[in-house]
Structure formats: structure tokens, C-alpha cells
């Protein structure tokens, strides 16, 4: 557990009290409202952290509520830098994966029988894929749920990483070729993004790539991810991105 002398800055003890009350308007599963609720602070300086690109089509899977093959989560893991600014933590797939080898992800993986619910999977593939402990994390909200092509319902849980030196990545070098993080407030940003008009089913949409460069490589955040990032950001900064989403009505449709 992160140690209660780590200083936690104001702006973000107030960023988390908001998204503790976020109302994603879909029915949260198994009890997740609790468990989130459950990491409330009892006062605002007393935080207590519990315990594909998964791609435009990830594998997710629900063993108690469909099939093993269509649910999935992913964990947007937020942390602040030493100026203040939010920053997620992304992973790149190892290259001799089956499905979306190379490109950006969350952490974040299929429902597994055992898992209690959608922010117990993405902990549990964070902690498998990069070694983040889920004591480090403080869980605050649960996003809406987007479903791809292949109707797979992605879940993306947003957690607080209070203090980004206590953790020590340890990758999963089957699943994760490399982790890197990224301003959180790129992704509403016009700046090192680019754009693909597409259309599936009489329907017309933008696909977003964000160009990311850190000390060691270049890397490209698109598809479903960058949409993923995208809802996070608005929601965190409160605003709608600087540019025109038009997003695939397919990531909208309802498989709770």
C-alpha cells in the first residue's frame, strides 16, 4: 500500500472526489458502485488506495453473464508528473501476438471466471500484463462501455496511481513489448494527430491517430484506445476535444 506520508497534491484529491460521482448511465455489475464506493475517503487529505490498442476489436469474455468471448476491461491508469499534469500509462503488444501485435493498449484483457467484476478484470490484467499492483491504485469511476465490430463490450475503469514512484513496472514480456505514459490532455488536443474517414454499414466515421514520442520511440494511438482516451479526457478536463469526433455508432450499441 502507497504510504500515507506521500504528499497528494490538492487538484487531484479534488479530480478524484468528482469522478467518484460520475454516472457512466448504464447499470454498473456486481457491485462495482460499492467497491468504488468503498475507497471514499473519509476526509479529503485521507485517501485510502485498495486493493487491445486492445484494438478496435479486443477479445473480452464474461463467464456469469454471456459467453466467453464478448467482455472485456481495460484500466486507465492516471498519475500526475512533477509539474501537475495528468499522464496515462500505456503498453505496447508484444510483436508475436496473434491479434494487434506492435500497436498501443491499455492494460486490460478478457473476463476470466473468478472475476468479480469489470474493475477486478482490469486490475487483475494490470497486474499481469505490467506488474501494477492493484494496492498502488485507487479506483474512481467506471467510463460508458464501448462495443467494437465484433461485439466485443469494452470497459474502461479509471484509477488514481497516487504515487508513480512506487511503482516498478515488471512486464509481461508474452503480452507486452513495452510501457510508457502520455499526457492525458493530448488526446483533446489537435497537436500530433491525424485522421481516417471510414465507413461500415452505411455508417461514416473518423478513426484518430495521435503521434506519441518518448526518449526511446515513436508511437502511434489510434483506434479504439484513442477513443477510449478521448471519453477519459473529456471527462476529466471537463470538455469536449478540440476537433470533430464522429465516432462509429458501433462503439455505442448496448451489451451490458
Known sequence: MASNSFHRSESLIKLVERLRLYNP???????????????SPRNQNEFVPKKQELGIDPIGSSSSRRSKSNRAAVLVCLFEDPQGHLRVILTKRASTLSTH???????????????????ETALREAAEEIGLDRSLVDVVAVLESFTT?????VIPVVGILWDRSTFNPLINTAEVAAIFDAPLEMFLKDENRREQELEYMGDEYVLHFFDHETENEKYIIWALTAGILIK?????????????????????????
Open 25 to 39: 448511465n448504464y447499470p454498473l455489475h456486481n457491485n462495482m458502485s460499492t467497491h468504488i464506493q468503498n475507497q
Open 101 to 119: 501485435s506492435g500497436e498501443v493498449a491499455l492494460p486490460g484483457g478478457k473476463v476470466e471466471e473468478g472475476d468479480a467484476n469489470d474493475i
Open 232 to 256: 477519459a479526457a473529456s471527462v476529466v478536463y471537463q470538455r469536449p476535444p478540440d476537433f470533430e469526433e464522429r465516432r462509429p455508432r458501433f462503439w455505442s450499441r448496448s451489451r451490458q
Open 149 to 153: 465490430k465484433k461485439e466485443i463490450t
